[in-house]
Each structure stands twice: as structure tokens, then as C-alpha cells.
């Protein structure tokens, strides 16, 4: 990619980030101010981890510039928001949501996995993907919150949908490579073990209802939620660049990846028994450092197998997370429905726990291969 390309990579990434965090949190907020119950907020994101499992597989295999789909991605993450104003059937929503997911995330991770070389991976990797949200995430999250409360959900979701057309355009200009390699996997055991982790951490992913909801009932108020969000996101973005940053230096991926898990495990722990926004405060230093040591494993991943095999991996990826996502929503629907926080937090974190053994007999599994 072109010097100019990559400039107005991180333009728009930061303008899709920021534009994706005024109301992103909010949406299962919104879906039960829509009417809709528990149930329908799960088939929502249940409609939607199964298109972004599966789609970006098919499109991978018909469409020769895969990376040009991130730009594809923005227009349909415009259109949803779109449809979140004139729409309220939970198959239609889900569908565009899944779609506007799986036509932006696969293609951008692996813009991010072609822009770094191994020796600066971790780095880059956390740039585009934690510590540009996170900084974006310092004001969206308020600002969404003081449109919401003020003006309601339809005034935060035009404002977005004028932001994303922005980036839209802008995406335009970006000069994209075209895809050579078609689908195709790893037919090793480290990529099995690499599957089975996304599997995992996809069953123990916590933001797409049950954080969102814990968060603002203890909040009360949605502006109250997107100030504590904001505050999150701060301590989180100065903690991730400078671990990464060892992380590439020192080449201790795997281990700054297990620690981050027990820490993930610990702040899921930790929500369980949280009662208050400052306990919730408090924790996100533990989620920053968290996430800060747990990007090293997406670096981990990336130094594992050849370029030629990138974009398989990465929507591979995909295919893992979506089954875990799909499983986690049954403990969801069954312990939110009681309001039983402690209960899915604590689900949450011995889930987490699982993947140290996983990261491990990945390390082995390569070591052996290299020998």
C-alpha cells in the first residue's frame, strides 16, 4: 500500500472508530427501548454472528480484491444505521448488522496483518485495532451519550450515518491490492489449536449485551454510561502501544498473551462483584492492561503462517469467533434475563481461563514444526 494510502488508512480508521463509538455500545440499550426482549436482542446477534462467520469465507472465494471490501464495509455499516431508524424487525436488523460486520472486520484485519512486519506487528496491530478505538473512544462514547439524552437514539444514529458516508468516501482514495490467493488453510495442528483459541475467546467475549447492560444499569442513564465508557477508554489507550511495543522487541508474544488472559479473566471476576462506577473505573485499568498484553497473540498468529495464507486465516478467524459468540448466547439469555451479573461475569472469567492451556500448546505445536 502506497504512503498516501496508508495516511488515509488511519484518517478513516479513526473517523469509522470514533463515528462506531457514539452510539456502538449503546445499541442493546436502544433494541429494548425498541420494545424488543432479551430473546430478540439474541436473535439479533445471533443472525449477525452467523453472517459474519460465514460471508466473508464466500466473498473470499468470489471476489479477487478482498481488501477492497473494507471500503464495502463502511457503506454497509452506514446502511444499517440506516435501518436502525426505519426498522424494527429483529431478522432484518440482525441481517444488516451481520453484514455491515462481515464486510468491514476480515478485510480490515488483514489490511492490518499486510501493513506490519513481523518486528513491528504487535505495534501495529494494536495502533489500528485498540489504541486508535480507544483514543476515538475518549470522546464518542460521551458525546453519544449527551446526543442521546438529549436528542434521542434517531439524532446519534443521523449524525453517524453522515460520519460513516465521510469515511466512506474518503476509503475511496485508498489503493488496495488484489488478492492472489484464494481460500485456503492450514491443514496443520497449529492452526487447529489456533481455531479451537478463537472458538474459546469468542464464548467469552462479554460487550455485545452483557457488559453494555451491567454498565448502565449501574449508570442509570445513558450519558452517565458514555462518560464511563469515555473514562474506560482512557486508561485503557495509555496502557496498550507501550506492551506491544515490548512485546515486539522482546519476542515474548505467547507469554504476554497468557498474561493478559489471567488479567481478562481477573476483570471479568472482578465485574462480579462490582456495584458502582467506580468500581467499574477502577477494573477498566485491569481490562487496558488485558487487552494491551492479549493483541500480542493476534501478532502471534500473524508470525505463524505465510502471507499467502493471511486472508484465509483471518476469516477463519471469523468462523471461530462465531461459533463461540453463538454458544455464549444461551448463558447470556439464561443469567441477564435474572439480571444475574455475578453469574455470567463469572461464567465469563473461568471461560477466559481456558485459553492459557490453548496459547501454550500452540507454542509447543510451532516449536515442534520449526525442529
Not at 56 to 74: A, C, D, M, S, Y
Not at 146 to 161: D, H, M, N, P, Q
Not at 298 to 310: L, Q, R
Request: with cysteine.
Amino acid at each position: 500500500m502506497q504512503t498516501n494510502s496508508t495516511k488515509t488508512l488511519v484518517i478513516v480508521v479513526i473517523l469509522f472508530f470514533f463515528t462506531s463509538n457514539l452510539s456502538g455500545s449503546f445499541l442493546p440499550i436502544y433494541f429494548r427501548d425498541l420494545g424488543l426482549n432479551l430473546a430478540e436482542i439474541c436473535g439479533i446477534m445471533l443472525f449477525a454472528f452467523i453472517i459474519l462467520g460465514f460471508l466473508p469465507v464466500t466473498l473470499l472465494k468470489t471476489v479477487k480484491n478482498f481488501e477492497r471490501i473494507v471500503t464495502f464495509g463502511i457503506f454497509t455499516t452506514m446502511l444499517f444505521y440506516v435501518a436502525l431508524i426505519f426498522v424494527k424487525s429483529p431478522i432484518i436488523l440482525g441481517l444488516a448488522y451481520g453484514v455491515s460486520l462481515a464486510t468491514f472486520w476480515p478485510s480490515f484485519n488483514l489490511l492490518m496483518f499486510r501493513l506490519s512486519e513481523s518486528k513491528a506487528r504487535a505495534r501495529t496491530i494494536s495502533l489500528y485495532s485498540s489504541i486508535i478505538p480507544s483514543l476515538a473512544g475518549m470522546a464518542g462514547p460521551a458525546t453519544g451519550g449527551f446526543i442521546i439524552e438529549k436528542l434521542g437514539f434517531t439524532a446519534v444514529f443521523t449524525t453517524s450515518i453522515l460520519l460513516y458516508l465521510i469515511a466512506f468516501v474518503l476509503s475511496t482514495r485508498i489503493h488496495y491490492r488484489t488478492e492472489e490467493n484464494k481460500f485456503s488453510i492450514p491443514r496443520n495442528k497449529t492452526f487447529a489449536i489456533f481455531f479451537i483459541t478463537f472458538i474459546v475467546a469468542g464464548l467469552a467475549e462479554t460487550y455485545w449485551i452483557p457488559y453494555p447492560f451491567f454498565v448502565f444499569n449501574i449508570s442509570g442513564t445513558v450519558l452517565n454510561m458514555g462518560l464511563v465508557l469515555t473514562t474506560t477508554s482512557i486508561l485503557i489507550a495509555a496502557v496498550t502501544f507501550s506492551v506491544s511495543w515490548i512485546s515486539d522487541i522482546r519476542r515474548i508474544r505467547v507469554e504476554f498473551a497468557v498474561i493478559g488472559t489471567l488479567l481478562s479473566a481477573m476483570w471479568c471476576f472482578g465485574l462480579a462483584f462490582a456495584s458502582s462506577i467506580n468500581h467499574i473505573i477502577i477494573l477498566s485499568m485491569l481490562a487496558g492492561f488485558a487487552n494491551a498484553f492479549r493483541i500480542s497473540w493476534s501478532a502471534h498468529y500473524g508470525d505463524s503462517f505465510g502471507k499467502e495464507y493471511y486472508a484465509s486465516i483471518l476469516v477463519m478467524m471469523e468462523t471461530g469467533f462465531m461459533i463461540g459468540r453463538s454458544v455464549s448466547l444461551a448463558p447470556t439469555y439464561l443469567l441477564v434475563s435474572e439480571a444475574n451479573y455475578a453469574g455470567i461475569f463469572a461464567f465469563f472469567g473461568v471461560v477466559t481461563l481456558l485459553l492459557v492451556p490453548l496459547y501454550v500448546a500452540a507454542k509447543r505445536s510451532q516449536d515442534t514444526s520449526r525442529q
